[in-house]
């Protein structure tokens, strides 16, 4: 994984740092939200008692924060980008080096949830198609 991050956004990840403690693998933004991505075992700890960590980066920033806990496990990435659904079942398939994940997810899922599920799957498992059932 080679991800190459602009000057602005290594700004935020710094502010996140600062304020919660806990050092972000990535940042990305998007136009009404920033969304971090931290290490396993890390998420409790960014958002803070009550969500007060949170609550400071959102005036901070004057935008919706997303905290998601990385995994090595794909499946269980996903499963993390969806909470507060549930993943039921899924499995990873390659096709000819396109990789793809096919999963059942407990619950309705967002347009926009769902793009970015793709984003970050593709970003660290260069897996290029999502399909939900």
């Known amino acids: 994984m080679n991800i190459k991050l602009d000057s602005d956004t290594i700004s935020s990840i710094n502010v996140f740092s600062d304020v919660t403690g ?4 990535d940042c990305i933004k998007k ?3 920033i969304i971090f991505v931290v290490s396993q075992g890390q998420a409790g700890l960014s958002i803070g008692k009550n969500g007060t960590k949170m609550k400071i980066l959102q005036k901070m920033f004057g935008k919706d924060i997303i905290v998601i806990e ?3 496990d794909p499946l269980k990435f996903l499963a993390n980008i969806m909470r507060p659904n549930r ?3 899924g499995y990873v398939a390659n096709a000819d080096s396109n990789a ?3 999963a ?6 967002s347009a ?3 793009k970015l599920a793709k984003t970050l799957l593709q970003r660290y498992f260069n897996i290029i198609n999502i399909n939900i059932r």
Do not use: F
């Open 22 to 25: 806990v050092m972000p693998r």
């Open 31 to 33: 136009d009404d939200q």
């Open 87 to 89: 993943l039921v079942s």
């Open 100 to 102: 793809k994940v096919e």
């Open 70 to 72: 990385y995994s090595d």
């Open 112 to 114: 926009p949830r769902l």
């Open 104 to 109: 059942s997810i407990n619950g309705k899922i």
